[in-house]
């Protein structure tokens, strides 16, 4: 894939050439930013070659060209004459910028905008691509980004979903352990899961499938990881609603690293 666009609402500085404003500054500029908990895309281009960078409140996530992951050194060796750009994000588009850096193009069945209905059924979570237009998407609508041409062929790009059941649990009960000892839970969890168990059942107080004691989370075996995964995310962003905590109230740094962050959906509750 090519370097793909990104939302420019918020652009800090667009084309900028490194001849007028050098390396060095751009380094520290991008330095003090981050002290600042910025979040964002930077992208570099000289002739066919590029390279972007990505940071999440203030953590960089890395930088990777059409070849791989690169470190900024290199890519300041690489492109020593490049061309600049500085795009403020949204944290979930930063996200998905990142952590669908490597996927593999999946063509949609159809043409836009009838597969809208398609991405909203599936509460697409990723980019879709459509010649030069290309939107980011988060639970099956459109975060930002530019929409096809009306009876265009689209293609998605998807972070990898982490199945694996073992992964999923343990940051699950890391995310809720860390939110208790900030903010005890437990009662909060039960009224809310009562209210979602219609569209969860796995969530139903009564049924004790899935529940919360002294902020350990407690999953019963037969609770499958596609039912799990959407009835975690309800009650948690239900939870830190009814209490009126935002994830910046807490000390997660660590656990927005790992993979299943990215997949998660919960910086929409940031």
């Not at 980004?145 to 998807?158: E, H, N």
């Amino acid at each position: 894939m090519p370097l793909l666009s990104v939302p420019q609402d918020l652009a800090v500085y667009s084309h900028l050439s490194t001849n007028h404003y050098p390396w060095t500054e751009v380094t520290v500029d991008l330095a003090a930013r981050q002290g600042q908990g910025f979040t964002g895309v930077f992208d570099a281009m000289q002739g066919q070659r590029w390279a972007r960078f990505v940071w999440v409140r203030g953590q960089m996530r890395g930088g990777f060209t059409a070849g791989g992951e690169v470190s900024w050194a290199t890519m300041m060796r690489g492109l020593p004459q490049a061309i600049i750009s500085l795009q403020e994000q949204e944290p979930v588009v930063a996200e998905i910028v990142w952590s669908c850096r490597q996927s593999k193009p999946a063509p949609l069945r159809g043409a836009w905008p009838d597969v809208q209905v398609t991405l909203e059924r599936e509460r697409f979570f990723g980019v879709l691509v459509s010649g030069t237009a290309c939107s980011y998407w988060e639970t099956g609508r459109m975060l930002g980004g530019t929409f096809p041409k009306p009876g265009a062929a689209c293609v998605t790009l998807s972070p990898p979903v982490i199945d694996d059941r073992p992964t999923l649990l343990a940051f699950w009960m890391e995310l809720i352990a860390v939110t208790h000892r900030a903010f005890p839970l437990d009662e909060t969890w039960r009224q809310v899961s009562i209210g979602l168990a219609a569209d969860h059942p796995c969530l139903d107080p009564f049924a004790q499938e899935v529940r919360v004691l002294g902020g350990v989370l407690q999953v019963d075996q037969e609770v499958g990881v596609s039912e799990l995964r959407p009835a975690l995310l309800a009650a948690y962003r239900a939870t830190l609603a009814r209490l009126g905590v935002r994830l910046a109230d807490l000390p997660i740094a660590s656990l927005r690293e790992q993979p299943v962050w990215a997949t998660a959906g919960l910086e929409v509750t940031a």
